[in-house]
C-alpha cells in the first residue's frame, strides 16, 4: 500500500491538490503520535528473568519533538566547533565564503514539478561551479515559498578561489538599512540558475554557519509559529527531500566532535555481577501503535508497557488486521 505522502505526491502531480492541502494534511499526520513496540526477554541477573519485557518508543516523525532533537544533535558542533573569524573585507577585499539564495520562478513549472526538480537541478549548479572555480564545499537547506514552491539555501566554502566584494545595503525586518557585502563576479553565476539568485559574502564564519543552523532548527519543528516552516516540512515530507545537507568543512566540524566524545578506541563491554561478559540479547520490534491505545503522556519517549497496555496492542493489531 502507498504511503500517505507517496499519495498525497500523486494528487499534486494531478493537479487535485494544492499546497494548503498538503499543509493540513501534513499537520494531521504529523500530530498523530505513534510508538514503536518492542520486547525482550529479561537476562538471568535480573528479577523476574526469563519473563518478557516490553517497551514503547516514540517515533519520529519529520516536525515532531522527536525530530528536532535529532536534527539539533546532528547540526551540533557546527559553528561552535568553528573558530569566529571575522573577515575584514576593508583591508582585504576578498573571500573565499558565500551566501547563496537561489529562488524558483513560478512561470517555470508547478510547484510538484519544482520540488522533484530542484534536487537534480542544484547538484547541476554546484557541478557547473565545481568546473568553473574548483572545489567547495557546502551547506544546504529548502524553504517554501508561500506559494509552495521550492528555493535554496546554501553556503559554499571555495578552496580555489577567492570572489572580490564590495560593500552594499539592505533593510532588515525593521526597516533599517544594515551593511552587507557582495561580490563583483555574480553575473559569471547567472548562466548556471534558470530563476533570480543572491549573493552574499560571508564576514563572519561561525555567524554565517550558525544563522543556517537557525533557519534549519526552525524549519524542523512543526509547533513553531512561522507558516513557511510548517510548509517547508510539509513539502519535504511530501516530495521526500532532506531537509538539509552538509559536506566539506562542515563535515569536519563534525567528525571533530565525533572524535572529542569517542576519545579512547579500547574496546569496551559489560561484565554481570560475576564478572563474566553479558551475552547479546537483542530487542524485537513487534510493530507500531497510536498514542491513544497505551495511554501515554505524548512528552513521555521511552515507557515500559504494563501487561494491560500490551494485550490492548495485541488486540489494536487484531483489529486492523496488522498480522495479514
Known sequence: MASLAGYLRELADKGTFDFDDIVRKYESWVSEDKYMVLAHEREDWVSNAGEWEYIAVKCAKRGNDVYVSRVDSRLYGIGRNVP???QTFHENPFTPMLFVTLTYDTKLCSFSEAWQRIGVEFNRYRANLR??????????????YENGHPHVHAILIFE???????????ENRNGELKLIWRIHEKEEFEPFWHSWQDIKAVYN???GLNYLKKYILKCAEYSHDDKKGKQTLAM?????????????HFRKALSDLIRLICSSK???VQLNLFSSELKPNSWRVL???NISIIDVDAETWTVELTTEQINACYAEWERVKYYD
Open 236 to 248: 519535504c515530507w511530501v516530495f521526500r527531500k532532506k531537509a538539509f545537507y552538509v559536506s566539506g
Open 131 to 144: 568546473k568553473k572555480y574548483g572545489k567547495f564545499s557546502v551547506m544546504r537547506t529548502w524553504e517554501s
Open 287 to 289: 510493530g507500531f501503535i
Open 160 to 170: 580555489e578561489k577567492k570572489f572580490r566584494v564590495f560593500p552594499s545595503y539592505e
Open 205 to 207: 564564519v561561525r555567524g
Open 266 to 268: 579500547t574496546h569496551k
Open 84 to 86: 569566529d573569524l571575522q
